[in-house]
């Protein structure tokens, strides 16, 4: 089933485009990687998906349903079943870890029972059941982009948006955490859209890897495509 | 070397002009002919009268903080977050009672309202405070809202509509902003003099004032501000406990986009119809009255005949006093937010202090320092209001410098100084041109608050030297409606014409200057 469905998508800021004519299907339970230099206009894309913006032309739809098109909004970010995970994770500085996960369950409304219990296994999830009176300032970069994690999570979305959030960790940090966004893929069988400027982290995460350049899409493949399309030289981005 | 001399300078300024009239005033009545006395604080504690004061101080103060906050922080989102048309328009309309003096908005309600006492006494008081304090809870939340990082609240966005969102991360997180806003206007309310003098309410500035000015009773006066001065103290404490580090610099967001905007969608009409008639009532309308009473009658023939001269010393004092708090705050700002002086805090916390001090209490301990003949150089020219304004409003100077200089990377002055550049050329070429929006912001907020002081210049000015708020509040006893209306309007033309001229062409608009 198709779950992103961009078609023919241009979006500008003032006089520059971001996006120029971009088209771009995604289908359930797939790992997408959009690669690209800074200001490429992959973020722009994500943004556009969490409704944060809308086209100036061309439509996004969500799961078949149309969600803006032509400079219109028509479902908001809160209605759109997806998480997203910041590149500064924008974390609540003045809520505690599990104030923080537990916004969303408490903005739906759900008994405090069921609230304790979803957070309770999103603390498990990402190994921070000790954490959750503290406030984010008081917890390791690693640990601060687990509760970016478990908080974008804690709603179950169909679709998982992450834009660079590995991009400020020491590489070590940066491998774990690789392997623990796989190990919730697998576990929870989300949609991935990650966005990244680092082709390894690319090539890790993704199953398939989307190439923007220039607010355009370059190249769209496997992990084995995109890795032989640099191989065999590729545009250089400016 | 070069910097600590001149910074030093500067501090020792500000200490003179400052805090040793304070300590004066209060040295003077705690001694009676040479010997220790608390004689003047003796009525303090007994008298019933002091008490009643006190009552009625804190009451105004709390009522019309209370009333301005939860008033001016919708207000202030309203404007600085939404899609409401007019939002620019509405946000300096509704600072306009901010850049006059204080008593001319209750002149004109007085007008409006009859002298049958149905503006009168802690309600009128309170309404009057409150229309003209608005515009301070109204800015802070605006100008607080953009130092919220967008990104939280469009984490917020993905799970919940706009008002959980505003209740639970917007709000919390412009909290500390609210909080110094409504301490502001405590403050303010709790010093304030002309308005509660003008309807006859009784509280403590207004008794300084009158024992002072009428019975000439310096220690009974100082008696009677010292509560303010407590009253003051501990609530700056309470703001450097628990505030200041929250807001010591208005911070911009960490991402360059700009905050998301609420769309209002069919709430826009009904939203954009209640706060332009909230305008028309508290701003509008009080102008029209002044107009319309002041329209005919050679009025303003008479006004400019009486006060012609007030109102050319008002624009210099105000010119003047603004170019010297500008360069006063640019130091002073530098020395906190570079810390290059032990002493960087202290001065801090003096200018801070003075501020929130009431303007009759420096005005007092100025007349107690500088009237003595061996300083009545200074003390019988224009220069003692000048240096009342140095001690009063250094403050205001000093925190927009603090947060423009914040903005301006460090590796700016060192590249300059890699290059070869003393101090005073690394300043004079790098950062005051960098900082020139905050030194441009300074110095309008600089004018505004010289030219609409009524309560330092009443108290301190040279026989002839009076400003036009001064001049018209003298004039009130004894002037017809019709001049007092006329000199009113030609004070707010006086503060809002100029700035309004100054914000069209120096591109100030858009909230570029606290960013």
Same mark, same amino acid.
């Given at each position: 089933?198709?779950?992103?469905?961009?078609?023919?998508?241009?979006?500008?800021? @003032?006089?520059?485009?971001?996006?120029?004519?971009?088209?771009?299907?995604?289908?359930? @339970?797939?790992?997408?990687?959009?690669?690209?230099?800074?200001?490429?206009?992959?973020?722009?894309? =994500?943004?556009?998906?969490?409704?944060?913006?809308?086209?100036?032309?061309?439509?996004?739809?969500? @799961?078949?349903?149309?969600?803006?098109?032509?400079?219109?909004?028509?479902?908001?970010?809160?209605?759109?079943?997806?998480?997203?995970?910041?590149?500064?994770?924008?974390?609540?500085?003045?809520?505690?870890?599990?104030?923080?996960?537990?916004?969303?369950?408490?903005?739906?409304?759900?008994?405090?029972?069921?609230?304790?219990?979803?957070?309770?296994?999103?603390?498990?999830?990402?190994?921070?059941?000790?954490?959750?009176?503290?406030?984010?300032?008081?917890?390791?970069?690693?640990?601060?982009?687990?509760?970016?994690?478990?908080?974008?999570?804690?709603?179950?979305?169909?679709?998982?948006? =992450?834009?660079?959030?590995?991009?400020?960790?020491?590489?070590?940090?940066?491998?774990?955490?690789?392997?623990?966004?796989?190990?919730?893929?697998?576990?929870?069988?989300?949609?991935?859209?990650?966005?990244?400027?680092?082709?390894?982290?690319?090539?890790?995460?993704?199953?398939?890897?989307?190439?923007?350049?220039?607010?355009?899409?370059?190249?769209?493949?496997?992990?084995?495509?995109?890795?032989?399309?640099?191989?065999?030289?590729?545009?250089?981005?400016? | 070397?070069?910097?600590?001399?001149?910074?030093?300078?500067?501090?020792?300024?500000?200490?003179?002009?400052?805090?040793?009239?304070?300590?004066?005033?209060?040295?003077?009545?705690?001694?009676?002919?040479?010997?220790?006395?608390?004689?003047?604080?003796?009525?303090?504690?007994?008298?019933?009268?002091?008490?009643?004061?006190?009552?009625?101080?804190?009451?105004?103060?709390?009522?019309?903080?209370?009333?301005?906050?939860?008033?001016?922080?919708?207000?202030?989102?309203?404007?600085?977050?939404?899609?409401?048309?007019?939002?620019?328009?509405?946000?300096?309309?509704?600072?306009?009672?901010?850049?006059?003096?204080?008593?001319?908005?209750?002149? #004109?309600?007085?007008?409006?309202?009859?002298?049958?006492?149905?503006?009168?006494?802690?309600?009128?008081?309170?309404?009057?405070?409150?229309?003209?304090?608005?515009?301070?809870?109204?800015?802070?939340?605006?100008?607080?809202?953009?130092?919220?990082?967008?990104?939280?609240?469009?984490?917020?966005?993905?799970?919940?509509?706009?008002?959980?969102?505003?209740?639970?991360?917007?709000?919390?997180?412009?909290?500390?902003?609210?909080?110094?806003?409504?301490?502001?206007?405590?403050?303010?309310?709790?010093?304030?003099?002309?308005?509660?003098?003008?309807?006859?309410?009784?509280?403590?500035?207004?008794?300084?004032?009158?024992?002072?000015?009428?019975?000439?009773?310096?220690?009974?006066?100082?008696?009677?501000?010292?509560?303010?001065?407590?009253?003051?103290?501990?609530?700056?404490?309470?703001?450097?406990?628990?505030?200041?580090?929250?807001?010591?610099?208005?911070?911009?967001?960490?991402?360059?986009?700009? #905050?998301?905007?609420?769309?209002?969608?069919?709430?826009?009409?009904?939203?954009?119809?209640?706060?332009? +008639?909230?305008?028309?009532?508290?701003?509008?309308?009080?102008?029209?009255?002044?107009?319309?009473?002041?329209?005919?009658?050679?009025?303003? +023939?008479?006004?400019?005949?009486?006060?012609?001269?007030?109102?050319?010393?008002?624009?210099?004092?105000?010119?003047?006093?603004?170019?010297?708090?500008?360069?006063?705050?640019?130091?002073?700002?530098?020395?906190?937010?570079?810390?290059?002086?032990?002493?960087?805090?202290?001065?801090? #916390?003096?200018?801070?202090?003075?501020?929130?001090?009431?303007?009759?209490?420096?005005?007092?301990?100025?007349?107690?320092?500088?009237?003595?003949?061996?300083?009545?150089?200074?003390?019988?020219? #224009?220069?003692?209001?000048?240096?009342?304004?140095?001690?009063?409003?250094?403050?205001?100077?000093?925190?927009?410098?603090?947060?423009?200089?914040?903005?301006?990377?460090?590796?700016?002055?060192?590249?300059?100084?890699?290059?070869?550049?003393?101090?005073?050329?690394?300043?004079?070429?790098?950062?005051?041109?960098?900082?020139?929006?905050?030194?441009?912001?300074?110095?309008?907020?600089?004018?505004?608050?010289?030219?609409?002081?009524?309560?330092?210049?009443?108290?301190?000015?040279?026989?002839?030297?009076?400003?036009?708020?001064?001049?018209?509040?003298?004039?009130?006893?004894?002037?017809?409606?019709?001049?007092?209306?006329?000199?009113?309007?030609?004070?707010?033309? +006086?503060?809002?014409?100029?700035?309004?001229?100054?914000?069209?062409?120096?591109?100030?608009?858009?909230?570029?200057?606290?960013?």
């Amino acid at each position: 089933m198709r779950i992103v469905d961009l078609v023919s998508v241009s979006v500008s800021f @003032g006089k520059t485009k971001a996006l120029d004519d971009i088209s771009l299907q995604i289908d359930t @339970g797939e790992r997408i990687v959009i690669l690209g230099p800074s200001g490429c206009g992959k973020t722009t894309i =994500l943004r556009l998906l969490a409704g944060f913006i809308t086209p100036d032309s061309g439509s996004v739809s969500l @799961g078949g349903e149309l969600v803006a098109c032509d400079r219109r909004l028509l479902k908001p970010p809160e209605q759109r079943d997806l998480g997203l995970v910041f590149q500064d994770l924008a974390l609540w500085p003045h809520l505690t870890v599990g104030g923080n996960i537990e916004f969303g369950l408490k903005a739906r409304g759900l008994p405090r029972p069921e609230r304790k219990r979803l957070l309770d296994e999103a603390l498990t999830l990402v190994g921070l059941r000790d954490y959750a009176g503290r406030k984010p300032a008081a917890l390791s970069g690693g640990q601060q982009q687990r509760v970016a994690l478990a908080r974008a999570l804690v709603l179950t979305p169909g679709l998982l948006l =992450l834009d660079e959030p590995l991009s400020s960790l020491d590489l070590e940090l940066n491998i774990r955490l690789r392997h623990e966004i796989l190990r919730l893929h697998e576990k929870l069988g989300f949609t991935l859209v990650h966005v990244t400027h680092d082709r390894d982290e690319a090539f890790a995460l993704g199953t398939r890897v989307v190439v923007v350049a220039r607010g355009r899409i370059e190249r769209d493949g496997s992990v084995a495509d995109i890795r032989k399309y640099y191989q065999t030289g590729a545009p250089r981005a400016e | 070397m070069t910097r600590r001399l001149l910074l030093g300078f500067i501090v020792a300024l500000l200490v003179g002009f400052g805090l040793l009239p304070v300590l004066s005033m209060f040295g003077r009545s705690i001694f009676v002919d040479g010997q220790l006395s608390l004689a003047a604080y003796g009525g303090l504690l007994q008298s019933t009268r002091q008490w009643t004061l006190m009552r009625n101080s804190l009451a105004l103060s709390a009522l019309v903080t209370l009333l301005t906050v939860v008033t001016g922080t919708p207000l202030g989102i309203l404007l600085g977050k939404t899609d409401l048309p007019g939002r620019q328009f509405l946000a300096m309309l509704f600072v306009t009672p901010l850049l006059v003096p204080p008593y001319i908005f209750a002149v #004109s309600w007085f007008d409006l309202l009859g002298p049958d006492g149905r503006l009168a006494g802690l309600s009128g008081c309170t309404f009057i405070l409150f229309s003209i304090f608005l515009p301070i809870p109204m800015l802070l939340t605006m100008v607080f809202l953009r130092t919220v990082n967008p990104r939280l609240e469009e984490a917020g966005r993905l799970c919940a509509a706009w008002p959980t969102v505003l209740a639970r991360i917007t709000i919390p997180l412009i909290l500390p902003g609210v909080l110094l806003a409504g301490l502001l206007v405590f403050l303010l309310s709790f010093g304030e003099f002309s308005v509660p003098n003008f309807l006859r309410f009784d509280v403590f500035p207004v008794e300084s004032f009158t024992r002072f000015s009428a019975f000439y009773d310096f220690k009974a006066a100082t008696a009677a501000v010292v509560p303010l001065a407590g009253v003051t103290l501990i609530l700056l404490f309470v703001e450097a406990v628990f505030l200041r580090d929250r807001t010591y610099l208005l911070r911009p967001s960490a991402t360059p986009e700009r #905050s998301p905007v609420i769309a209002l969608g069919p709430h826009r009409k009904w939203l954009f119809a209640l706060v332009t +008639a909230a305008g028309f009532l508290i701003v509008v309308l009080p102008v029209v009255v002044l107009v319309s009473r002041s329209a005919g009658h050679g009025n303003y +023939a008479e006004a400019l005949r009486r006060a012609g001269g007030s109102l050319g010393r008002s624009f210099a004092f105000a010119v003047g006093g603004a170019s010297l708090l500008t360069v006063f705050g640019f130091f002073t700002g530098y020395l906190v937010q570079t810390r290059a002086l032990r002493c960087w805090r202290a001065v801090d #916390s003096l200018t801070v202090f003075l501020f929130a001090l009431p303007g009759i209490v420096i005005g007092i301990g100025l007349i107690s320092l500088w009237n003595t003949p061996r300083t009545n150089l200074v003390y019988g020219t #224009s220069a003692i209001i000048i240096i009342g304004y140095l001690a009063k409003y250094t403050a205001l100077t000093s925190r927009i410098m603090v947060t423009q200089l914040a903005q301006i990377p460090p590796t700016m002055a060192e590249a300059a100084q890699v290059a070869g550049a003393g101090w005073l050329r690394r300043l004079a070429l790098i950062q005051v041109p960098l900082a020139r929006r905050g030194l441009l912001a300074g110095w309008l907020i600089g004018y505004i608050f010289c030219l609409r002081d009524t309560d330092i210049t009443m108290l301190v000015y040279p026989p002839g030297r009076e400003t036009l708020p001064v001049r018209i509040f003298t004039l009130m006893a004894n002037g017809s409606p019709g001049l007092i209306a006329a000199l009113c309007v030609i004070m707010i033309a +006086a503060a809002v014409v100029p700035i309004g001229l100054l914000w069209l062409v120096s591109g100030l608009r858009q909230g570029k200057v606290v960013e």
